[in-house]
């Protein structure tokens, strides 16, 4: 252990200085640690890395950024990178439906920020009482207390006293529920906020459940949000999730994949619905942000959108999600312990069981993510198993390597020998 002054996120003091997790350098789709090992990244850094490490027009762009604009921000000004990269935003969003950006600084702030944005639309219309926001059990919307009171997994927000007052939490793809809940409620709710894929355990919405938010959003005129900070940049084999939804969203929430993550940001990218209150009644929303909009992000914004536009990003996503799905299910065919899978695209959960057939705890998924780096790779937990995030440009043969490292890993779990019931590898 490294004594050091740093404290890492998510990490108990007792892990703090381990070189096996301190990177020093990446490169393509490996990462390098201290200890001197280089593992495969499944993990696209923290979901964001969409197209690998080192990308040499970006770091340019935002080298000439730095040094020709330093901090040139949007804290009651404007600069020409931001102004461009709302442009190029919008244009891959959907400038039919879309309007405006609002440049943040992470998903949690981004969600805070839209969480005021529904509510001062309301009070814009002479509706002030339309505070109440919903969200979906087993949902992360971030850390922040605005996004972690919006989080839907149990992370311990009453421990840190968090108010959850005008936060509501339905199950995902239950329509009777979400019914229920607007028919009592209803004309208090000022947001719907979902993720396209339910980040904890990859759980996609389905088109049934979709429809349904839209049609009572069109009932009962809350903003319907599509929180899509992990899926959004090709994640899920389109540039957005909802850009197929019948009802498009009000709002698009975006991070991770924004900057290809080069600099810390995130935008919310407004329908004309929202904004044309907002103009019509010359209201200043009351958000900002430091680091919010700067010259730098604004450059590396239109630069990974470029950059996804040359390497046909998008695509190529949708092959590697191919490859991955054909390998998951061969593994999960001939491995005993292997259980199924969920998700879509290139965001998804391999869930792994006990030879009993019992679910992991939460330290047996830490073990078995401590034995899959050490055969190589580097993956993220879940539920009862190991999430999957690999960027857009992960070649047939990463894809290859990152699956041989899984069932290295799960091979360790239990002897060789250990069989579990039929029924519960189906």
């Avoid at 891959?92 to 405006?100: A, E, N």
């Avoid at 998008?314 to 491995?335: F, I, N, S, T």
């Avoid at 969920?342 to 830490?366: I, K, N, P, Y």
């Amino acid at each position: 252990m490294t004594t050091t002054a740093l404290w890492p996120y998510l990490v108990p003091p007792s892990g703090h200085g381990d070189d096996s997790i301190c990177a020093v350098s990446a490169s393509g789709h490996r990462v390098t640690f201290a200890d001197g090992s280089t593992r495969l990244d499944a993990d696209s850094g923290l979901w964001n890395v969409n197209l690998g490490y080192g990308n040499e027009r970006i770091a340019e762009a935002l080298a000439e950024a730095a040094q020709n604009a330093s901090y040139l921000g949007a804290f009651r000004f404007e600069n020409v990178y931001a102004r461009r990269a709302a442009d190029d935003l919008l244009r891959v969003s959907g400038p039919d439906h879309y309007s405006r950006v609002l440049f943040s600084t992470g998903g949690g702030v981004a969600n805070d920020a839209v969480m005021k944005l529904a509510r001062i639309f309301h009070a814009a219309q002479g509706v002030p009482n339309r505070n109440l926001i919903v969200s979906l059990r087993g949902s992360f919307h971030g850390l922040t207390f605005g996004g972690f009171a919006l989080t839907g997994e149990d992370l311990g927000q009453r421990v840190y006293g968090v108010d959850q007052r005008h936060i509501r939490h339905v199950s995902p793809n239950d329509t009777a529920e979400l019914g229920r809940l607007m028919t009592s409620l209803g004309h208090r709710v000022a947001a719907v906020i979902v993720e396209p894929v339910v980040g904890t355990g990859t759980v996609p919405l389905t088109e049934e459940y979709v429809a349904e938010l839209g049609r009572l959003r069109d009932e009962f005129g809350y903003l319907l949000v599509a929180d899509e900070v992990a899926t959004g940049f090709g994640r899920t084999g389109q540039y957005f999730a909802s850009e197929s939804w019948p009802g498009r969203p009000d709002v698009l929430v975006t991070s991770k994949g924004l900057t290809n993550g080069a600099c810390p940001a995130a935008a919310l990218v407004m329908s004309k619905r929202v904004t044309d209150v907002l103009e019509e009644t010359d209201t200043t929303f009351a958000h900002a942000e430091t680091q919010g909009g700067t010259a730098l992000v604004g450059a590396a914004v239109s630069a990974t959108i470029a950059e996804m536009e040359r390497l046909d990003a998008v695509a190529a996503g949708r092959d590697v999600a191919a490859w991955l799905q054909q390998g998951l299910a061969e593994l999960v065919e001939r491995h005993p312990l292997a259980h199924g899978t969920t998700g879509t695209g290139c965001f998804r959960t391999l869930h792994v069981r006990h030879a009993d057939g019992g679910e992991l705890s939460g330290q047996d998924v830490a073990t078995l993510v401590a034995r899959i780096r050490g055969a190589g790779a580097l993956v993220h937990p879940g539920p009862s198993g190991i999430q999957l995030v690999p960027a857009l440009t992960y070649s047939r043969d990463d894809v290859a390597e990152l699956l041989t490292c899984i069932e290295a890993g799960i091979d360790t779990l239990t002897p060789a020998t250990a069989t579990v019931p039929a029924t519960a590898t189906a």
